[in-house]
């Protein structure tokens, strides 16, 4: 059963439509390269772009080539602290051989040395390949997604000339990388495509898609709705062979009996998620887009694959029809309409939506078959190179014809203005104003919102709660306050950092509040003679008679011990006042003596000196000799 279901896996994800394995056509993306010295070796050639780093669509390199002395496979770091590094005002193309380790890893060890392209020479005479980026694996963790220069295939003969030109060392051998006519532009739209998978549980490839989708949905939704390109998402389904259709391996794994299929994404076919999951999501997803470019709201895909990951992430086991509809209705999307686009899985017929993307993965025009994912296609051209946000609208923006590019392409500044519209989807309190809903240069994104010095804590999409102190004072903390007959109750405590609880004399989970009936629940007025009358928030008590209800002992005592009481309360009272009269006279009798002492003390320091004649003496403090002045 094991080498069943192996085998089956592999059909599965090898095999892409019906008779495609005999009709496929993989076109290799090239770019070329002119070699302006020596002028004996003065020509032009095709090289194949590499498919990780940054080509520089639209663009050129000039530099001079270098072959390196040792370690010329470049499966090793190079000696040195930058030996490759440019000498102004050339760059250095560093030229390395085929062999032994990853396209990838030559290039990275190149970029580490300092060099800004790198050339990999072709080690047998055949066509040119594409140099693809490993697949998972531990070799290509941490360097694959750092790589930032451009790089190229080069054949055998021309790259043998380049280092009989190198070792004879009579001049500079100088090249131009030439990527400007690599990406089409016949007009003034760009049309591209994605071909995704709404899998996150296949790897390394998976995480770079995703990670690309929310960072170039901005680049992405500017452009849809100034008109200046024309985007669709494609994926790619498997079908299910004929003699393989009623195994249970194929029933957990695809859809109209066969069809449409997509491998388990754990490769575990007795638990988690199935591959038949994936194609309905899939499916789900080409509809939404569907749907919303009908209404001319296109764009709107990129919102919805972007939550879908957040908020229904397999790997955080939230992967469901049910959060899928969810994501629609937070959007404004249609949830009947796709559904009736996405058809019955379980019908034993085609579906046409699924039937049209195995149609387009057979190559058209210049594009070769779409095999791997992601694909990125511009053009009708594949994309060659990292998928990042910079490097693809760079390629996008190659697309137009020249001089009339979109203001995007000129600026990195523009905004989205995504929250204009529905609050982007985002939660929002309407009374105090606020929205986790956040503009950016990658789109908007739904986070929880500070305000007033108050942090707001929550998934951003469905709440957001108020946290720490003074959180009462913007619109009550989000907890439930109420006022009637003068008086007010509220679920929100700053004496809490956080939730709502009722208070006293209310039941609830402090968003929505009751008045509790302590009468009719007896918890109140239960002393012989009382009598009970529910108020809101609280209760009355009424004794039989000249009796007085005290609440504190829920009993009914005498009145006239009440008397008592309240004749000692005021013999107590009137005791602390005339202390504190006699205190106060006592106070303002010494602060008089003592200024009348220091008046007298001052005023000695000035008496006559003598009185026997029409003058007066006075003497000064510090004054030796004494001032005469008229009596």
């Not at 296949?202 to 500017?222: S, T």
């Not at 995007?408 to 606020?434: F, H, K, V, Y």
Request: net charge negative.
């Amino acid at each position: 059963m094991a080498s069943l279901e192996n085998l089956l896996y592999l059909l599965l994800a090898g095999i892409t439509v019906l008779g495609n394995v005999a009709l496929g056509r993989f076109v290799v993306e090239k770019s070329s390269i002119s070699v302006l010295s020596p002028s004996s070796l003065r020509s032009k050639h095709d090289s194949a772009i590499g498919n990780f780093g940054t080509p520089d669509y639209g663009g050129y390199m000039l530099g001079s080539v270098v072959y390196p002395q040792k370690g010329s496979l470049g499966c090793q770091p190079f000696e040195g602290d930058k030996p490759f590094k440019f000498k102004l005002p050339r760059p250095t193309i560093l030229l390395v051989d085929r062999g032994d380790c990853y396209f990838a890893l030559k290039v990275w060890n190149a970029q580490q040395a300092g060099a800004a392209a790198v050339l990999v020479a072709d080690t047998i005479d055949e066509p040119l390949i594409t140099m693809d980026s490993p697949e998972a694996s531990g070799d290509a963790d941490g360097y694959v997604e750092k790589i930032r220069i451009p790089s190229a295939l080069i054949d055998k003969s021309f790259a043998d000339s380049l280092k009989q030109a190198l070792k004879e060392e009579k001049e500079e051998v100088l090249i131009k990388m030439d990527w400007r006519e690599s990406m089409p532009h016949p007009d003034q739209r760009v049309e591209y495509e994605l071909w995704t998978n709404s899998n996150d549980e296949c790897g390394v490839r998976c995480d770079e898609q995703m990670e690309f989708v929310k960072d170039f949905k901005g680049h992405a939704q500017i452009l849809e709705r100034g008109g200046y390109t024309l985007f669709t998402p494609h994926y790619i389904t498997w079908y299910c062979p004929p003699a393989f259709v009623l195994s249970s391996q194929c029933k957990s794994q695809c859809i109209n009996n066969g069809r449409y299929c997509a491998p388990d994404p754990e490769q575990d076919f007795d638990g988690g998620y199935q591959g038949k999951d994936v194609v309905f999501e899939n499916l789900r997803q080409l509809c939404v887009h569907r749907t919303a470019n009908e209404t001319g709201r296109s764009w709107v895909w990129w919102d919805y694959v972007t939550d879908f990951h957040i908020r229904c992430s397999m790997k955080k086991k939230r992967y469901s029809k049910e959060r899928a509809e969810d994501v629609m209705k937070s959007l404004g999307l249609p949830v009947d309409k796709i559904k009736t686009c996405m058809g019955d899985p379980e019908a034993d017929v085609e579906n046409q939506v699924l039937k049209i993307e195995q149609e387009r993965q057979i190559g058209q025009g210049g594009r070769g078959d779409v095999t791997i994912l992601p694909t990125l296609v511009i053009n009708n051209a594949q994309y060659r190179g990292k998928l990042e946000r910079t490097a693809v609208l760079k390629a996008v923006c190659a697309g137009f014809k020249e001089a009339t590019e979109p203001p995007i392409c000129l600026s990195p500044g523009l905004e989205t203005n995504e929250c204009l519209e529905g609050n982007g989807g985002c939660w929002q309190d309407t009374a105090s104003n606020l929205t986790a809903c956040k503009d950016t240069f990658r789109g908007r994104v739904c986070e929880c919102p500070t305000a007033n010095g108050v942090q707001y804590k929550g998934d951003g999409y469905l709440s957001c709660e108020a946290f720490g102190p003074g959180r009462c004072a913007i619109n009550n903390g989000g907890c439930w306050s109420e006022s009637r007959h003068g008086s007010s109750f509220s679920a929100c405590s700053d004496s809490n950092i956080s939730g709502c609880q009722c208070p006293l004399g209310f039941r609830g989970d402090g968003q929505h509040c009751e008045d509790i009936d302590e009468c009719k629940e007896g918890s109140a007025c239960q002393c012989d003679g009382c009598s009970c009358k529910d108020t809101w928030g609280g209760y009355e008590c009424k004794c039989k008679g000249d009796l007085l209800y005290m609440k504190e002992l829920d009993a009914c005592i005498e009145r006239n011990g009440s008397k008592i009481g309240w004749l000692l309360t005021f013999v107590i009272l009137a005791v602390v006042a005339g202390v504190g009269l006699a205190g106060y006279i006592f106070y303002k009798y010494r602060l008089r003596s003592y200024m009348d002492s220091e008046i007298m003390a001052i005023m000695s320091q000035y008496m006559p000196l003598d009185n026997h004649d029409n003058t007066s003496a006075i003497r000064f403090p510090n004054e030796s000799q004494p001032l005469r002045q008229n009596a």
